[in-house]
């Protein structure tokens, strides 16, 4: 899908989620998660969800692991240092040098192409999945429409349900696709909305998969040159390109982290 069209379908299901008259509920709790999944339909098919997707819907199932997940934010809250110790920084930067120095023309050419070097796409990459080692357990759907039904953060996973399910209906994920807890996807867990968004076909092969790692990180780095990324800049806390790290995790901890592997990685 072109990516004009991608980002127009976007910005028609973020534009219908808060409008409708008629929005599902949320709850606090699963027990009313399958009456919730009716209503949502209504919302989906209103959304253009078309019947791959709703039958997705109707197969999702409440994902508790994802709720315990959601509750528990709790590394976020370390100092600079343990997270960094507790996320493996210097592993990924040991990891990432050795990465960008075996393969330097994929980084380049993405460079060439995006403007972000390859220290802020390999320390996403180490950080999110310890560079595809891991990318979840969950299934992506029911994830998705779990914290859309869930109360805390409706408002803002509905709209990425909604793009779950279109996905679904253009092949891009299945019901049983798996990623992280929260609904992310891929090398460097994108959610479903940004993939609509920003997705890329970096390996050429037609379709846009980020279970493939050259598709994640030409995402990546499409993503953050969306977000205002500004080529031969700066990148640590303060300089220009950090908003544009700080778009991609709203952690501030995560945020200078990435930045400071990266510039260790690219060093």
């Known amino acids: 899908m072109p990516r004009h069209i991608r980002r127009s379908l976007l910005a028609a299901l973020l534009a219908f989620a808060p409008a409708t008259g008629w929005a599902a509920f949320c709850a606090d709790t699963g027990g009313q998660f399958e009456p919730w999944k009716e209503a949502f339909a209504r919302e989906a098919r209103a959304a253009g969800v078309g019947g791959r997707g709703l ?34 920084a210097e592993t990924i930067v040991s990891q990432g040098r050795q990465r960008k120095a075996q393969n330097p023309g994929l980084y380049q050419a993405l460079e060439q192409r995006y403007g972000v070097p390859a220290g802020v796409l390999i320390a996403i990459h180490g950080m999110e999945t310890g560079f595809g080692r891991f990318m979840g357990d969950s299934r992506v759907v029911s994830s998705i429409l779990t914290l859309a039904y869930d109360c805390r953060r409706s408002d803002f996973f509905t709209p990425h349900a909604l793009a779950a399910l279109r996905l679904v209906d253009t092949g891009a994920l299945t019901p049983a696709s798996v990623g992280a807890r929260h609904g992310e996807w891929g090398h460097t867990q994108f959610l479903p909305g940004n993939v609509l968004s920003y997705g890329v076909d970096g390996d050429g092969d037609g379709r846009v998969d980020l279970t493939r790692e050259v598709d994640a990180l030409a995402s990546t780095a499409n993503f953050l040159r969306g977000k205002g990324w500004r080529p031969g800049l700066g990148y640590a806390e303060g300089q220009p390109n950090f908003g544009a790290i700080r778009a991609w995790n709203a952690a501030g901890v995560y945020q200078r982290a990435i930045a400071l592997m990266a510039a260790r990685i690219d060093g």
């Open 55 to 88: 039958s997705a819907l109707q197969q999702a199932s409440y994902a508790t692991a994802t709720i315990a997940a959601d509750r528990d934010q709790s590394s976020f809250d370390y100092s600079l240092e343990r997270f960094m110790e507790v996320r493996g």
